[in-house]
């Protein structure tokens, strides 16, 4: 009788099944997964995070740019009113500056400046009207005019984008101030107060009308320098609170030229919440601003 080790069985049982026999159990829990399904995940797995980067990448770069001087110049050539009777100078400013903001829900920042042009355009009167592109998704714009050696402030403008990839939000507001605030009094004296009254409607956010309260106040008189010249100026500053259909604030400190009314520096801060379909989101924002120069573009 010839005696089998373990092996030689081992060999002669797996001969059998191979010569037609029964064949072998499959393999239990630890066999060998298929190659093309761990290659069909891990390319699922590349598509989702070059998406996720794709989309990353456009959550933090779109939305706000800075707005070019040339845009502006055509913008202005395109609009009404293009030249002014007394005041600055009918035309295209560039200022210097910087800012921020930044909403709560959904959260997102964007930046402002640092080219920041500033439009001038006669409107009918004796006024005109003064509009800053701080950013392509943010403007704002005063009207001033000149009333018994007053420089007065009857209405504002300003625009808001949103961009959040799939979608955007935009809203362009409109504030009467009634009667017309003074921003710069006939006789110029230091402590000077003047009440701030106005009342704001936007086109496309349906939160009812915002009243805007406060004072303007003169913090004083000094001389600032523009490229090469030296202009005589008045620091005003402005502290308005929102109620109604938004709630916050604005704090603003302006120096505008005494001889024409034309905004030279200036510095302000917002702080205001809105309803919205996803819960109340509160718009923080900043900015400074410089002129460059007191010759116009056009």
Partial sequence: MTVLTDTTAAREVAAEGRGGGDALPPEGPGRRRHPRRRLVLGAVAL????????FAYLWTHSGAHQESL??????FHQGQGQETEGGPAAGVYLYRGTGTESISVPPKSQNEGPGIPGTIRGRPGGCFEFRMDFSTAHWQSSTYCTRDGALVNRSRGGYYKWDFVAFSVDDSSTITCTPAVVTIPSQIRRGQRTTVSCTTANDHISIGPVHMRGISTVI???TLRVGRSMVPAVEIREHVAFSGGQHGTNDSDTWFSIATGMPLRGTWSTNVSTPSVVGTTTLNAS????????????
């Fill in 220 to 222: 004083g008189v000094s």
């Fill in 70 to 75: 040339s845009t502006a110049i055509t913008r």
């Fill in 287 to 298: 900015g400074t601003y410089t002129l460059t120069s007191l010759t116009p573009q056009r």
């Fill in 47 to 54: 598509v989702i995070a070059a998406g996720v980067g794709v």
